[in-house]
């Protein structure tokens, strides 16, 4: 069984920046693609940015694109997103998943929420303006 764990979200002024880390257990995280999405209230669930098994791709939303970064320490089984100049319209609930299905090669990323399989409990971020 895989478990991810977010945490780091919370309140924060619009222009500040928040760090967020997702923590996976059960099985080698150097296997898994993993992927950060969103969904505030009323809209649907959106990828935020993804992230490949090796590390070596990645891609972004354009409405993040400059301000967050994903990255990955496989040593320490975590992936994190680093949020800079936040805005209010980044509010949203933010979960992060995990791909553990064989699938392309390791440097694929995946953009669609269908192609994961595990995701985590999920963790408010509120931008105030």
């Known amino acids: 069984q895989v478990q991810l764990v977010e945490s780091g979200g919370g309140l924060v002024q619009a222009g500040g920046s928040l760090r967020l880390s997702c923590a996976a257990s059960?099985?080698?995280?150097?296997?898994?693609?993993m992927g950060w999405f969103r969904q505030a209230p009323g809209k649907e669930r959106e990828l935020v940015t993804a992230?490949?098994?090796?590390?070596?791709?990645?891609i972004y939303a354009d409405s993040v694109k400059g301000r967050f970064t994903i990255s990955r320490d496989n040593a320490k089984n975590t992936v994190n997103l680093q949020m800079n100049s936040l805005k209010p319209e980044d509010t949203a609930v933010y979960y992060c998943?995990?791909?553990?299905?064989?699938?392309?090669?390791?440097?694929?990323?995946?953009?669609?929420?269908?192609?994961?399989?595990?995701w985590g409990q999920g963790t408010q971020v509120t931008v105030s303006s």
């Open positions: 998943a995990a791909r553990g299905r064989i699938g392309y090669s390791g440097s694929y990323v995946y953009t669609s929420w269908d192609e994961y399989d595990y």
């Open positions: 059960g099985r080698i995280f150097s296997y898994f693609a």
């Open positions: 992230i490949s098994r090796s590390g070596s791709s990645t």
